[in-house]
Nanobody, 126 residues
């Protein structure tokens, strides 16, 4: 299992920004694609973004496209999710996971990933 830890969540106002981090302590993220998903209260899990192991490919769900940006810093073994223009409907627990897609690909669909972290809460007030 590829265990990861999310951090960076918090309580913000509509229009604010947050940057989430996804870290792995027991393996290198260099060789893995990484996906982000979220789950809002009373709703199902939604895959929102992914980045290939090379960093050359990224994908986004329509709900976050143009507002969220995924990136990776392999030297620090971290993947980031920069979230700008946050809306109350972005309120959710955010999760990351490492995957095994080919180097130049990634999968947004959360069902592709086996092991998610414990998540970090993001709350956006209006």
């Amino acid at each position: 299992q590829l265990h990861v830890v999310e951090s960076g969540g918090g309580v913000v106002h509509s229009g604010d920004s947050l940057r989430l981090s996804c870290a792995a302590s027991e393996f290198s993220l260099d060789f893995h694609s990484v996906g982000w998903s979220r789950q809002a209260p009373g709703k199902g899990r939604e895959g929102i973004s992914c980045i290939s192991s090379s960093g050359g490919a990224t994908n986004y769900a329509d709900s976050v496209k143009g507002r969220f940006t995924i990136s990776r810093d392999n030297a620090k073994n971290l993947v980031y999710l920069q979230m700008n223009g946050l809306k109350p409907e972005d309120t959710a627990i955010y999760y990351c996971a490492a995957g095994s897609a080919p180097q130049s690909m990634c999968v947004v669909d959360h069902r592709f990933y086996d092991t998610w972290g414990q998540g970090t809460q993001v709350t956006v007030s209006s």
